[in-house]
Structure formats: C-alpha cells, structure tokens
Nanobody, 122 residues
Framework: QVQLVESGGGLVQAGGSLRLSCAAS????????MGWFRQAPGKEREFVAAIRWGGGSTVYADSVKGRFTISRDNAKNTAYLQMNSLKHEDTAVYYC???????????????WGQGTQVTVSS
C-alpha cells in the first residue's frame, strides 16, 4: 500500500504560481511512477503530468506544457507540481497518483491522494 497526501492548493490570480506537493508513505516510493491528474467541475479527470521512478523522464499534457513542471525527491518521498502562468481553465481538483507503469491513463495508477483544490481567478 502507498498512501498519498497532496498539499499546496489554494486561490491564485491568473498569471500566478502555485507548487503542489504529494507526500507518500508506505511501500518504497522510488519504485513508482508519479502522476498528477485534475478534475474540473462537470468534466472528466484528465492527465496533467507524470515522472518516471528515477526522475529521468517526464511527460506533460499539451495544455500545461511549458507552464507546469513535475519533479520528485525520492529521499523525501515527495513529488511536486510547479505551476506557473496559471490560467482560469487550470481551476480543478488536483490529484497525485502512484503506479507501476509510466502512462497517461488514470487506469494505470494504483494509488491516489484525496485531492487539493486549485482555483485561478480571472
């Protein structure tokens, strides 16, 4: 089992920045791919970014490429999502997830956090 707890969400003006954190406990964190997903009201959950277990490979949704950066610190069992140049359409609940494969689909992830709200005012 892996337990994930997100933090760092909040209210920010358009153009601003936030950094989300995902603290993991349980089984060895460094073995897992870490992903970030988001879900806006009335919409399906969508992929945002993922980072391979070693941190050498990352992938992003086109909508956030160049603005968001995913990273991880395996010594601290923590993954991060740095979000810059935020837009109103980035408003959503953001979830971190852990999985054994390196993929973009939510079905590929085994463990999920409870989510943290990000609201971007226009």
């Amino acid at each position: 089992q892996v337990q994930l707890v997100e933090s760092g969400g909040g209210l920010v003006q358009a153009g601003g920045s936030l950094r989300l954190s995902c603290a993991a406990s349980g089984r060895t964190f460094s073995y897992y791919t870490m992903g970030w997903f988001r879900q806006a009201p009335g919409k399906e959950r969508e992929f945002v970014a993922a980072i391979r277990w070693g941190g050498g490979s990352t992938v992003y949704a086109d909508s956030v490429k160049g603005r968001f950066t995913i990273s991880r610190d395996n010594a601290k069992n923590t993954a991060y999502l740095q979000m810059n140049s935020l837009k109103h359409e980035d408003t959503a609940v953001y979830y971190c997830a852990a999985g054994r494969t390196y993929g973009l689909g939510s079905h590929e992830y085994d463990y999920w956090g409870q989510g943290t709200q990000v609201t971007v005012s226009s």
